[in-house]
T-cell receptor, first 111, second 114 residues
Framework: KQEVTQIPAALSVPEGENLVLNCSFT??????LQWFRQDPGKGLTSLLL?????REQTSGRLNASLDKSSGRSTLYIAASQPGDSATYLC??????????FGKGNQVVVIP | DAGVIQSPRHEVTEMGQEVTLRCKPI?????LFWYRQTMMRGLELLIY????????DSGMPEDRFSAKMPNASFSTLKIQPSEPRDSAVYFC????????????FGEGSWLTVV
């Protein structure tokens, strides 16, 4: 079974600290990996997509890395802000249109 | 574009009633997905369509669930009869298969079956 794990389920950090969120997956034969953000009562917004041939992607304060051999991806958010408070989900695409989602990291940035 | 549009946003219904959830994908997108999100199981793919044709419905929990896509701009997910364990958030998402792999989600339909 293609499982995606995100630990911890919830974390709090003081404003200004860098956030590091981890995603691990059991099957390394991935097509791509996406990081999403979900605000309470809202849908998912795609933040970054990393193709299987890439090692990382960057967008503003966000950087996502991918290590297929170890089955890991990491999302870095630099200089966190209260507006970064949300749940962050990792999703692995194995090329069959069936994204395997982790259950997310619920992040609170404390002002 | 207005994004993926879902309705209703919230629905409370009694057990045994029929529930119909609606979705309008982003114009031009050829893939449409229905997901269900619960605290226990997270996000699960129920079914997806390509060019209005159902491709994979292996995630549909049971015969009480059905989905249709009569045209490129509209899809429905129906539950008949509904049960309390169907209470969840149902998301519709769409993707342009030609220009990338990013999936765009609607804001979800929050279903409570009492």
């Amino acid at each position: 079974k293609q499982e995606v794990t995100q630990i911890p389920a919830a974390l709090s950090v003081p404003e200004g600290e860098n956030l590091v969120l981890n995603c691990s997956f059991t099957d390394s034969a991935i097509y791509n990996l996406q990081w999403f953000r979900q605000d309470p009562g809202k849908g998912l917004t795609s933040l970054l997509l990393i193709q299987s041939s890439q090692r990382e992607q960057t967008s503003g304060r966000l950087n996502a890395s991918l290590d297929k051999s170890s089955g890991r991806s990491t999302l870095y958010i630099a200089a966190s802000q209260p507006g970064d408070s949300a749940t962050y989900l990792c999703a692995v695409d194995y090329g069959n249109n069936r994204l395997a989602f982790g259950k997310g990291n619920q992040v609170v940035v404390i002002p | 574009d207005a994004g993926v549009i879902q309705s209703p946003r919230h629905e409370v219904t009694e057990m045994g009633q029929e529930v119909t959830l609606r979705c309008k994908p982003i114009s031009g997108h050829d893939y449409l997905f229905w997901y269900r999100q619960t605290m226990m199981r997270g996000l699960e793919l129920l079914i997806y369509f390509n060019n209005n044709v159902p491709i994979d419905d292996s995630g549909m929990p049971e015969d009480r669930f059905s989905a249709k896509m009569p045209n490129a701009s509209f899809s429905t997910l129906k539950i008949q009869p509904s049960e309390p364990r169907d209470s969840a958030v149902y998301f519709c998402a769409s993707r342009d298969g030609f220009s990338g792999n990013t999936i765009y989600f609607g804001e979800g339909s929050w279903l409570t079956v009492v």
